[in-house]
């Protein structure tokens, strides 16, 4: 996420932002309607009318997201990771995360998957995925 170069800026009242829906976060990014309601991949990231800094995210999603060269942290759990050299993101749902972005130079390569549980839910995947680690992080991590 980078700073806004949009000329209409948007105001949040909360320092967090939930987001529930595959929907919803197309309008919140301006990435149109969805081709389906349960699941998104974006290759690029738009740029947003918000200081994604001041804001804490979490969502009603699962996300994962392999991010190219970018300068700046992410704050997942009680730690700040450095994806300066990229990164693989795995959120599940409820969890929270803030973003820093030191330079408006990120690298454009990557791509992120974020689907509702719903998507799964029937599946084996949706019996399984609480057991997969790279979707947990410790209150105290």
């Known amino acids: 996420m980078q700073r806004a170069k949009n000329s209409a800026k948007t105001t949040y009242m909360s320092e967090f ?21 349960l699941i998104s991949v974006v290759r690029q990231w738009p740029e947003v ?3 994604a800094a001041t804001i804490k995210v ?4 699962y996300l994962l997201s392999m991010k190219g060269k970018a300068s700046g942290n992410i704050t997942y759990g009680r ?7 990229g990164a693989l993101v795995c959120m599940a749902p409820t969890q929270v995360a803030t ?12 791509w992120s998957i974020l689907f509702h549980p719903d998507l799964v839910r029937r599946a084996e995947l949706g019996r399984t995925i609480k057991s997969y680690s790279f979707f947990n992080y410790d209150v105290t991590e």
């Open 99 to 110: 973003f820093e972005v030191t330079t408006d130079e990120a690298d454009a390569a990557g």
């Open 58 to 61: 979490t969502s009603d999603l």
């Open 49 to 51: 009318d918000f200081d």
């Open 17 to 37: 932002i939930n987001i529930k829906t595959i929907s919803e976060l197309h309008r919140m990014f301006g990435l149109g309607k969805p081709k389906h309601p």
């Open 79 to 85: 730690n700040a990771y450095d994806f300066e050299e």
